[in-house]
């Protein structure tokens, strides 16, 4: 019901308005009246109302006539008019579709179809504020209202509370409601209704909701009982004097996700094709460069430069694959076990070169698996800590993992003490090629491809990440959310022991 929008009737009777009015303000319309045609268009300028019950047969000033003035004027051109009449010769409709009505009821009405009617336009009335401010001719407003109506995408119209206040028929579906009840949800914030059914993400950009209007957002409902689905998310704020707040646009990418899935599995076998001639030529400059002492000194320095640039190339190579190759690597093995986790972190910062690395983990005994495998969350952890090292301004970063358990969400934090990041560094950090080296100058190694290798993972597998810069000085937090699964075996279980709730790379 569209609760909020003013219709005005215009009829000499004073009958006929006490009429329409015991029909109308019973669903919640209000009504304003006028009794002229001079007085219909003096109340349209001063109420802008959202639909017009015009009377065809007044004195001074007939329907027709009151019709013509409206659509000549810029300001009134676009408020929708259904012409009520007891004409019903043909000449007498033609003569009021030239006039620029949208609808026609003959009187005496049906009550049950004039409710209809005037439903339907009040609702497409609301994106017929979307049109340009100039004038438009009748067809070209009935072809955008019928694009609308029958777009794949869904449309919300949004109120100055953030509440749904209208949509199109795909709109509603995606928020999991009727389109002939509405109302259903206008009670809540689009978020609210959003969050039943998705994931919102990225986090950060939610959170900024809806100040931002130039943020990348999704919503994503994860494999499951139902299909995955990917909702990308445009927010535009609509001009003053136009009904309704904001207007949000719901655009279906799932196929283009699955489509980059296709993408990856032709690049994990480019995959192979590059990095095995590559790693011949590291093997084989690799020998030349132990043996450079014995070169002469313009040799040894171009051995040296070769080698290295080598060495730059494959880096570039694997960052580029581990992102393209990151949903393949979900697929694979069943859930590590959680306790598992602080273990592997130490691990990972050993290979990598952190010797100044914390972990504290205050889980039970029996801790449940999560839903990632143990090479995704050895490549998650990797990125991040390898990120931690290569960022610090001399490369030897103390970093502190916390890992804890709130119901079915595990959450892992990785806290630094390296570079401090910029407002539009942590607001576009998930995105691929995005790199604190923003001129790509190369002093940094890698692509940018790490985070939003993380990103894409987390967001896959229902979970969320977060990147804050410290409080308390230089350095990042980032943040995971990984959604918990099965309990352990009771083999597994047998086999828990108290384990400490800190430890380091040197006694853990």
């Known amino acids: 019901?569209?609760?909020?929008?003013?219709?005005?009737?215009?009829?000499?009777?004073?009958?006929?308005?006490?009429?329409?009015?015991?029909?109308?303000?019973?669903?919640?319309?209000?009504?304003?009246?006028?009794?002229?045609?001079?007085?219909?268009?003096?109340?349209?300028?001063?109420?802008?109302?959202?639909?017009?019950?015009?009377?065809?047969?007044?004195?001074?000033?007939?329907?027709?006539?009151?019709?013509?003035?409206?659509?000549?004027?810029?300001?009134?051109?676009?408020?929708?008019?259904?012409?009520?009449?007891?004409?019903?010769?043909?000449?007498?409709?033609?003569?009021?579709?030239?006039?620029?009505?949208?609808?026609?009821?003959?009187?005496?009405?049906?009550?049950?179809?004039?409710?209809?009617?005037?439903?339907?336009?009040?609702?497409?009335?609301?994106?017929?504020?979307?049109?340009?401010?100039?004038?438009?001719?009748?067809?070209?407003?009935?072809?955008?209202?019928?694009?609308?109506?029958?777009?794949?995408?869904?449309?919300?119209?949004?109120?100055?509370?953030?509440?749904?206040?209208?949509?199109?028929?795909?709109?509603?579906?995606?928020?999991?409601?009727?389109?002939?009840?509405?109302?259903?949800?206008?009670?809540?914030?689009?978020?609210t209704i959003a969050g039943r059914s998705y994931h919102l993400e990225p986090q950060d950009a939610w959170a900024c909701w809806p100040e931002s209007t130039n943020a990348v957002r999704y919503l994503v409902r994860p494999e499951g009982a139902d299909p995955a689905l990917w909702l990308k998310v445009d927010v535009l704020d609509l001009p003053k004097g136009v009904v309704g707040s904001r207007l949000v646009h719901l655009q279906d990418v799932t196929t283009k996700v699955s489509a980059q899935r296709d993408i990856w599995a032709f690049h994990s076998f480019m995959s192979h094709k590059l990095r095995t001639p590559l790693t011949s030529l590291l093997i084989g400059m690799g020998l030349l460069n132990r043996h450079v002492h014995a070169l002469p000194s313009d040799l040894a320095m171009l051995t040296a430069t070769a080698y290295d640039g080598a060495q730059r190339i494959k880096a570039v190579v694997d960052d580029i694959f581990c992102y393209l190759g990151a949903p393949m690597v979900l697929a694979r093995g069943e859930g590590v076990l959680l306790r598992s986790v602080p273990d592997l972190v130490i691990q990972l910062g050993t290979s990598l070169g952190i010797s100044a690395i914390q972990v504290t983990a205050p889980l039970g005994a029996g801790a449940p698996r999560l839903t990632v495998n143990a090479q995704t969350i050895e490549l998650l952890l990797t990125e991040i800590l390898e990120n931690s090292r290569k960022f610090h301004p001399h490369n030897r970063p103390a970093v502190h993992v916390s890992l804890t358990q709130h119901g079915k969400v595990a959450t892992i934090g990785v806290m630094d003490n390296g570079v401090t990041l910029t407002p539009v560094q942590l607001q576009r950090i998930w995105e691929p090629y995005q790199q604190i080296d923003g001129d790509f100058a190369g002093q940094v190694p890698g692509v940018g491809l790490g985070l939003a290798t993380v990103a894409q993972i987390c967001w896959a597998v229902g979970g969320a990440c977060r990147i804050t810069n410290r409080p308390d000085g230089p350095g990042i937090i980032v943040t995971l959310e990984l959604p918990l699964g099965a309990e352990p075996s009771p083999s597994e279980r047998s086999n828990d022991v108290d384990e400490p709730s800190t430890c380091d790379g040197a006694d853990c």
């Open 1 to 191: 019901m569209d609760s909020q929008s003013l219709i005005l009737v215009v009829d000499d009777q004073a009958r006929s308005q006490m009429t329409l009015a015991s029909l109308l303000e019973p669903e919640g319309y209000r009504v304003a009246f006028a009794s002229t045609g001079p007085e219909a268009l003096t109340q349209m300028r001063l109420l802008a109302p959202d639909l017009v019950l015009l009377d065809v047969m007044m004195p001074e000033m007939d329907g027709f006539e009151v019709c013509r003035h409206l659509r000549a004027d810029p300001d009134l051109a676009l408020i929708p008019v259904i012409m009520v009449t007891a004409l019903d010769d043909r000449d007498s409709l033609l003569q009021g579709i030239e006039a620029g009505a949208d609808d026609f009821i003959s009187k005496p009405f049906n009550r049950a179809e004039l409710r209809a009617r005037i439903r339907t336009i009040t609702r497409l009335n609301r994106f017929r504020a979307l049109l340009d401010e100039h004038r438009r001719v009748s067809s070209e407003r009935a072809q955008f209202l019928w694009a609308i109506e029958r777009s794949v995408d869904g449309y919300i119209m949004l109120d100055h509370e953030d509440r749904p206040q209208d949509g199109n028929p795909q709109g509603w579906h995606y928020l999991g409601l009727s389109p002939q009840q509405p109302a259903l949800g206008s009670g809540e914030p689009f978020c």
